[in-house]
């Protein structure tokens, strides 16, 4: 398994660093989305459509959304402080997502408890991968068109290193629970190797980019803010696979599962990401 998830690393990563750094942010949406459209395709399954004719109509759905955005979405149009026309409804857009966050928290501790709100009707959950799918989408997009390819690179190995702390260092030294209802191998002591790995790249990437000291801070906070948001993604996911009964999202990735199972970490982890660094306008 281990080779498997290594192999596939080698492979995607290379492809992955030369679209961030080499590629406009229009043919970064195109390359981002082929992402989305997998990854609703497996949203389907886990919603409960499992034919093929329906799993094919949601991530048509989603498709055509993306293209609708692609098409006619500006980004340079984009104004950040002023919170006007495209702007606007970037900013909303961010906005919905993180609050939708805060919810996803309260049914992912309220699960835990023995409470469950997670709702069973697929149309409910299809609706929910909208809100799950689409704002990372958005916030990566603005990333890398107002921030530059390298940022998207950083929050990409950011989330990396988070999880790859957590699994190796879970995985040698995890004695407690993190949330045994919902995902039994997750501990707290993965928890603090994700925020020890991912606290050492922070800080490498502030002082090379020569921040000052006020920066650092709010950077560093930003980061751990980021990798906490990371982990709910992570758990959330697990929750649905697990009413969905199902281990993994999908099969396309070898020893990796399916795209969801990749990228679930980054669908709470970008939008929380992007909107605070926009609120803090030009601090960074």
Request: glycine fraction near 8%; hydrophobic fraction near 60%.
């Amino acid at each position: 398994m281990l080779k498997q998830r290594l192999l596939t690393a080698i492979i995607l990563i290379p492809l992955i660093v030369w679209v961030l750094l080499s590629l406009s942010s229009q043919t970064f949406a195109w390359f981002l989305s082929i992402f989305v459209i997998l990854g609703a395709y497996e949203w389907a399954g886990i919603c409960g459509w499992h034919s093929k004719m329906a799993r094919s109509l949601y991530t048509i759905t989603i498709s055509l959304v993306l293209l609708m955005g692609i098409l006619n979405w500006e980004l340079g149009n984009f104004v950040p402080a002023k919170f006007i026309g495209n702007g606007f409804w970037l900013m909303t857009i961010l906005i919905v997502a993180c609050l939708w966050w805060l919810l996803a928290l309260f049914w992912v501790l309220r699960y835990q408890q023995g409470h469950s709100f997670i709702p069973v009707s697929p149309f409910i959950k299809g609706l929910l991968g909208f809100l799950i799918l689409l704002p990372p989408w958005v916030a990566l997009l603005i990333l890398h068109e107002h921030f530059g390819g390298p940022w998207v690179l950083f929050l990409l190995v950011l989330i990396w290193a988070a999880d790859s702390g957590a699994y190796f260092i879970g995985k040698r030294w995890g004695k407690t629970k993190l949330a045994e209802k919902i995902s039994p191998g997750k501990t707290y002591e993965g928890v603090a190797g994700a925020l020890l790995t991912s606290f050492v790249v922070s800080l490498i990437y502030a002082l090379f980019q020569s921040m000052s000291l006020m920066t650092l801070l709010f950077f560093m906070l930003l980061c751990l803010l980021t990798v906490m948001a990371s982990i709910l993604g992570d758990l959330l996911e697990s929750l649905f696979k697990r009413q969905a009964g199902i281990k993994d999202s999908g099969k396309i990735l070898p020893g990796h599962g399916g795209v969801l199972d990749r990228i679930d970490s980054l669908t709470s982890a970008a939008p929380i990401f992007v909107l605070c660094l926009l609120l803090l306008g030009n601090l960074f």
